[in-house]
């Protein structure tokens, strides 16, 4: 559940992203100026960043994933 992709090719650097997200998730590359996702595990799936991007370079889901089962 949550953010799942930023996309650098679509990525401007513009921080809209940063900004919008009440989590701070997703921070700025200060090398490449493109958004990344920092702390995947706490984004509550609320969408803004995805969105308020200008260009579409975000995708969000909101279904929980499967995960496994392991033994102890």
């Known amino acids: 559940m949550g953010i799942r992709v930023i996309d650098p090719k679509l990525c ?3 921080n ?10 997703i921070r700025l590359d200060s090398s490449t100026k493109k958004a990344y996702i ?7 799936s ?3 960043c995805e969105v308020e991007c200008p260009e579409d370079a975000i995708q969000v889901v909101s279904v929980h994933e499967r995960r496994m089962v392991t033994a102890w």
């Open 12 to 14: 401007i650097g513009c």
């Open 16 to 25: 809209v992203c940063v900004d919008v997200c009440p989590l701070d998730v």
């Open 38 to 44: 920092k702390y995947l595990r706490e984004c509550q």
């Open 46 to 48: 609320c969408f803004l």
